[in-house]
């Protein structure tokens, strides 16, 4: 997918602030939004390192401040405007996951992924931010009682504290918005794959290629269970798209961001690595206390109308990728601190 403008002078298209823009998705968002002509300001507190921003570190047009975003005031100095272009944020920093969640407890989860939501909001306000795209998660539905894909409408069954406070977020947002200048878009994204500079390996795509190479068997749990899979490239791609839309046809919008064709079970994902992936046992188990016990098919029909959004990676190309990308060495080796920190019993 491609937008009209790429490669525009430095700064043409104005000012990006990424909080959390050292992670998964931010350090991929980076680099598209500055070879698209935009100014970009990364703010991370670099809990997991910040090697995956030093491709972009002589960029005239890149801007990195370490700093931690629920403290107050954090990112007010960085939104001055003092070019007279538009400014916009999106917010990825957060505590994300069920299992960080979980470990840290409900006060610090509160804290990073609602109260953080709050006030950057406000300091964005402040400084007169044309739009906030907010990044938060379809494990808000949590089970789809009678297996019909979700969409943006439907009830919200949070089966985490993680979801709980992503739900908290999105509705501050929303109801702030009614008496703002700014336009907050929530995008819930579908469970990601794929390569960026800092991979993760906790997600489920990834975490099965990285065992199937490493151990050459997976432990399943929960195998008919559905989720929606979408590449972090293709969600690098909707958040821009939402950066250069009409910002009132997206004021307080909610999108569910992913494809119809990423519905998949666990069982279709395990026959995809297994597929690409030779001589990979699995154990199937079941899955009695604990967990992320979502069971869910997802619509996204309307990012698709609204925004004219259409994820182009699909699961099975994903699957080589990160393959390639191990098998190469570029990931996933021993000494890296992402394989180190990676969950090794598949939910």
């Given at each position: ?324 990308a191990i098998e190469n060495r570029l990931v996933g080796q021993p000494g890296d601190r992402r394989y180190r920190n990676a969950e090794f019993i598949v939910q």
């Open positions: 997918m491609s937008m009209s403008g790429e490669n525009q002078p430095v700064g043409a298209r104005g000012h990006v602030l990424v909080t959390g823009g050292a992670g998964y998705i931010g350090s991929l968002l980076t680099g598209l939004l500055l070879q698209r002509g935009y100014r970009v300001t990364v703010v991370d507190s670099l809990l997991f390192g910040g090697e995956s921003l030093l491709g972009y570190w002589h960029h005239p047009g890149f801007r990195f401040v370490g700093a931690d975003v629920s403290e107050p005031g954090a990112i007010a100095p960085l939104l001055d405007g003092s070019d007279g272009k538009r400014q916009h944020l999106v917010h990825l920093a957060a505590i994300v996951g069920f299992p960080a969640c979980q470990a840290l407890g409900e006060s610090v989860a509160r804290r990073y992924n609602v109260e953080a939501t709050r006030l950057v909001f406000e300091q964005a306000e402040e400084a007169s931010v044309e739009r906030i795209v907010f990044s938060s998660t379809y494990s808000s539905y949590g089970r789809s009682p009678d297996g019909r894909p979700v969409s943006e409408d439907s009830p919200l069954h949070p089966q985490s504290l993680y979801a709980e406070t992503k739900i908290e977020a999105e509705q501050c947002l929303i109801d702030r918005a009614k008496d703002s200048n700014i336009a907050p878009i929530v995008f819930r994204f579908a469970t990601l794959f794929g390569i960026s500079p800092r991979t993760r390996f906790d997600l489920i795509v990834n975490q099965f290629v990285l065992e199937a190479l490493t151990r050459r068997k997976l432990v399943i749990y929960q195998r008919s269970y559905a989720r929606a899979f979408v590449h972090v490239r293709d969600v690098c791609e909707a958040i821009a798209m939402a950066l250069e839309a009409p910002v009132e046809t997206l004021r307080a919008q909610v999108f569910n961001v992913g494809t119809d064709a990423g519905n998949h079970t666990k069982d279709e994902i395990v026959g995809l690595v297994q597929k690409h992936v030779r001589d990979v046992d699995v154990e199937y188990k079941d899955l009695t206390f604990g967990g992320d016990m979502r069971d869910i098919r997802v619509s996204f029909s309307k990012i698709r109308r609204v925004l004219g959004f259409e994820a182009k990676i699909d699961v099975e190309a994903g699957i080589c990728e990160v393959r390639d």
